[in-house]
């Protein structure tokens, strides 16, 4: 079975030192691997995605994400943190296409960023 | 252009009553998806439909929970005599294709059950 884990359930930075949020995964074949952001009362916003290629992916509001197959890892990171990128932020598999697939996610728990002025 | 809209945002109902959550996803968007977020947790898949197929039905909780998606395009997500654990927020989502393609939420109703 699919599954998420996302080990923290808060992590807090200072306003321009660099951030990591983790994230490990557990997926059958191979993994088409995502970042959202939700903020208070919203739903989620994309991030980034990996599918295949580079392991290091690019995304919105400066955003990268590494992907790690041996350590089944997709941790999301920043150089330089910004108050206004404290929300929640999830990070979810879906296996790749296949006869019985249908691309629904599978997410992590969550994890509070929390960025200090 | 406009995003995926759910309505309504807030629902406040009581124990057994019949509600109807409804999402009308981005244009042109084949794939959509029913999620429920119970507070403090991740998003768990409820649903899922392929223009108007529900290919999928696998997560909804029980027999109570049904969703159509008669032309292929808006969305309901019915639940009947409705439960106190029932409450939660149900966010739908959208995308163009499946698997790769990201997917696209609405900002969820808030369902509350008295």
């Known amino acids: 079975a699919q599954s998420v884990a996302q080990p923290e359930d808060q992590v807090k930075v200072a306003e321009g030192n660099p951030l990591t949020v983790k994230c490990t995964y557990s997926?059958?074949?191979?993994?088409?691997l995502f970042w959202y952001v939700q903020y208070p009362n919203r739903g989620l916003q994309f991030l980034l995605k990996?599918?295949?290629?580079?392991?290091l992916v690019k995304g919105s509001y400066g955003f990268e994400a590494e992907f790690n197959k041996s350590q089944t890892s997709f941790h999301l990171k920043k150089p330089s943190a910004l108050v206004s990128d404290s929300a929640l932020y999830f990070c979810?598999?879906?296996?790749?296409?296949?006869?019985?697939?249908?691309?629904?996610?599978?997410f992590g728990q969550g994890t509070t960023l929390q960025v200090k002025p | 252009g406009a995003g995926v809209s759910q309505s309504p945002r807030y629902k406040v109902a009581k124990r057994g009553q019949d509600v109807a959550l409804r999402c009308d996803p981005i244009?042109?968007?084949?794939?959509l998806f029913w999620y429920q977020q119970a507070l403090g947790q991740g998003p768990e898949f409820l649903t899922y439909?392929?223009?108007?197929?529900?290919?999928?039905k696998s997560g909804l909780p029980s027999d109570r929970f049904f969703a159509e998606r008669p032309e292929g395009s808006v969305s309901t997500l019915k639940i009947q005599r409705t439960q106190q654990e029932d409450s939660a927020v149900y966010l739908c989502?959208?995308?163009?294709?499946?698997?790769?393609?990201?997917?696209?939420f609405g900002d969820g109703t808030r369902l509350s059950i008295l």
């Open positions: 989502a959208s995308s163009y294709g499946q698997g790769a393609q990201p997917q696209h």
């Open positions: 997926v059958s074949g191979n993994p088409y």
């Open positions: 244009s042109g968007h084949v794939s």
């Open positions: 990996y599918i295949t290629g580079d392991n």
């Open positions: 979810a598999v879906s296996e790749a296409p296949g006869s019985s697939n249908t691309g629904k996610l599978i």
């Open positions: 439909f392929q223009n108007e197929a529900q290919l999928d």
